[in-house]
């Protein structure tokens, strides 16, 4: 969970995320916390974090929760489905 504050928020993810997480893989979930939310976007990301602005230039000072998917690192080309011949 994080909170905008004047309609934006920067969250940084933990040292360890940063650590094993393939960047350019990067998806962003978003959900607001609250009635009055004109919308929320992701308009930044990189390995340290991600920004975040309500649409539609709203100053809106509520929580949202957020989840972050990546390819981890040294897996980018990993094929979960493979021949029984190969290891």
């Given at each position: 969970?994080?909170?905008?504050?004047?309609?934006k928020?920067?969250?940084?993810?933990?040292?360890?995320f940063q650590?094993?997480?393939?960047?350019?893989?990067?998806?962003?979930l978003l959900?607001?916390?609250?009635?009055?939310s004109?919308?929320m976007?992701?308009?930044?990301?990189?390995?340290?974090?991600?920004?975040?602005v309500?649409?539609?230039?709203?100053?809106?000072?509520?929580e949202?929760?957020?989840?972050?998917?990546c390819?981890?690192?040294?897996?980018?080309?990993y094929?979960?489905?493979?021949?029984?011949?190969?290891?």
């Amino acid at each position: 969970t994080a909170k905008l504050e004047g309609g934006k928020s920067y969250v940084v993810f933990p040292d360890h995320f940063q650590l094993v997480s393939d960047a350019s893989s990067m998806t962003v979930l978003l959900t607001p916390l609250s009635g009055e939310s004109k919308g929320m976007a992701v308009i930044e990301k990189t390995p340290e974090g991600f920004e975040v602005v309500e649409l539609m230039g709203g100053k809106g000072n509520y929580e949202f929760e957020w989840s972050v998917k990546c390819v981890r690192k040294g897996h980018e080309d990993y094929q979960p489905i493979r021949p029984k011949t190969q290891n």
